[in-house]
């Protein structure tokens, strides 16, 4: 997930079609980890995210080729860019790891503590002014993820936290995302960030193969596992094309919300295919989650109309 900026003031048709992108863009973003659930039988996650970041350059190169804006980015900030796609491996690794033990539904619902990690570190870094309310919000937010996360430790272990270290290197990424976002076109910046990514993945493989590591040892997919890696690599590009057009046309006040309906969709898809449906005290944590994110972007909208200042939105 990456975060752009709205760009000026969308009118009703806009909004419309903005809204209309966005649910499609999270109605489908959990096939991404449906294909990565599906890969990781026999294919370890550090390749299933080196080919991930390969097919978001290679799916995006001709954009930014047709766009001109190929090297339109700032060089003076080249580290940032390589530690934005540094934070995206490690986003990726930890959740497509957790993948292998835990159902996609579970995963996905503790992984949205991210908007509250988001709140809490803009509130120390960037100095941003959070009131009680949020900061409640916040603590209601992670009781909930204790909810989903409780029961996920006694079934798999500690893997279950890594949903909430995936969710924090997001949140650090979408910190820097800001300093660098202003003046970057945002094509560019996912083509680099795709770059890096693939380029910090394939060192890893480099060492990783022949180690056995379950992680970082590569193998030859089969043709199944290569039909599943290709779905993960499509249904990412789609989701985040869409997410990106969607919050052209949409302010992200609008839009933010919708993508809690990401849950929804991952619980059907997951039902389809593994034939899983979370618990009661797993649907209680997921509610608890969900209504205190809707209750921070809700905040948060309030204090920014206030402000005069428009909120960095989220594309996936």
């Given at each position: 997930?990456?975060y752009?900026?709205?760009v000026?003031?969308?009118?009703?048709?806009?909004?419309?079609?903005?809204l209309?992108?966005m649910?499609?863009?999270?109605l489908?973003s959990?096939?991404?980890?449906?294909f990565a659930?599906?890969a990781?039988?026999?294919?370890?996650?550090g390749?299933?995210?080196?080919?991930?970041?390969?097919?978001?350059?290679?799916?995006?190169?001709?954009?930014v080729?047709?766009?001109?804006t190929?090297?339109?980015?700032?060089?003076?900030?080249t580290?940032l860019?390589?530690?934005?796609?540094?934070l995206?491996?490690?986003?990726?690794?930890s959740?497509?790891?957790?993948?292998k033990?835990?159902e996609?539904a579970?995963?996905?619902?503790?992984?949205?503590?991210?908007?509250?990690?988001?709140t809490?570190?803009?509130s120390?870094?960037?100095?941003?002014?959070?009131?009680?309310?949020r900061?409640t919000?916040?603590g209601v937010?992670f009781?909930g993820?204790?909810?989903?996360?409780?029961?996920?430790?006694?079934?798999v272990?500690?893997i279950?936290?890594?949903?909430?270290?995936?969710?924090?290197?997001?949140a650090?990424?979408?910190?820097?995302?800001?300093?660098?976002?202003?003046?970057?076109?945002?094509?560019?910046?996912?083509?680099?960030?795709g770059?890096?990514?693939?380029?910090?993945c394939?060192?890893?493989l480099?060492?990783g193969?022949g180690?056995?590591?379950?992680?970082?040892?590569?193998?030859?997919p089969?043709?199944k596992?290569?039909?599943?890696?290709?779905g993960?690599?499509?249904?990412?590009?789609?989701?985040g094309v869409?997410?990106?057009y969607?919050?052209?046309?949409a302010p992200?006040s609008?839009?933010?919300?919708?993508?809690y309906?990401?849950?929804?969709s991952?619980?059907?898809f997951?039902w389809?295919?593994?034939?899983?449906?979370?618990?009661?005290?797993?649907?209680?944590g997921?509610a608890?989650?969900?209504?205190?994110?809707?209750y921070?972007?809700?905040?948060?909208?309030r204090?920014?109309?206030?402000?005069?200042?428009?909120?960095?939105s989220?594309?996936?």
């Amino acid at each position: 997930m990456t975060y752009q900026k709205a760009v000026g003031i969308a009118g009703k048709d806009d909004v419309s079609l903005g809204l209309t992108l966005m649910v499609i863009a999270v109605l489908i973003s959990p096939l991404i980890d449906i294909f990565a659930k599906l890969a990781i039988t026999t294919i370890p996650s550090g390749e299933i995210t080196a080919v991930r970041f390969a097919l978001q350059v290679l799916f995006i190169l001709p954009v930014v080729i047709a766009r001109g804006t190929l090297f339109d980015l700032t060089w003076r900030k080249t580290g940032l860019h390589a530690l934005r796609g540094a934070l995206l491996v490690a986003t990726m690794l930890s959740f497509i790891t957790t993948l292998k033990a835990m159902e996609v539904a579970d995963a996905i619902a503790i992984f949205f503590v991210e908007p509250i990690i988001l709140t809490i570190l803009g509130s120390i870094f960037l100095k941003e002014t959070i009131g009680w309310r949020r900061y409640t919000a916040c603590g209601v937010g992670f009781f909930g993820a204790m909810l989903v996360i409780q029961p996920s430790m006694q079934e798999v272990g500690l893997i279950a936290l890594l949903p909430v270290v995936s969710a924090f290197t997001l949140a650090v990424f979408l910190l820097v995302t800001r300093l660098v976002a202003q003046n970057e076109d945002p094509w560019s910046m996912q083509f680099h960030a795709g770059v890096w990514g693939a380029l910090f993945c394939a060192v890893m493989l480099y060492f990783g193969d022949g180690t056995g590591s379950a992680i970082f040892d590569p193998v030859m997919p089969d043709t199944k596992a290569m039909l599943y890696l290709l779905g993960v690599g499509v249904t990412a590009t789609i989701s985040g094309v869409l997410g990106v057009y969607a919050y052209r046309a949409a302010p992200a006040s609008v839009l933010a919300p919708l993508q809690y309906l990401e849950i929804v969709s991952a619980t059907i898809f997951g039902w389809l295919v593994f034939d899983h449906l979370p618990d009661a005290l797993k649907w209680l944590g997921i509610a608890i989650i969900i209504g205190s994110g809707l209750y921070i972007i809700w905040r948060e909208r309030r204090v920014n109309k206030t402000a005069g200042t428009a909120p960095v939105s989220p594309a996936i």
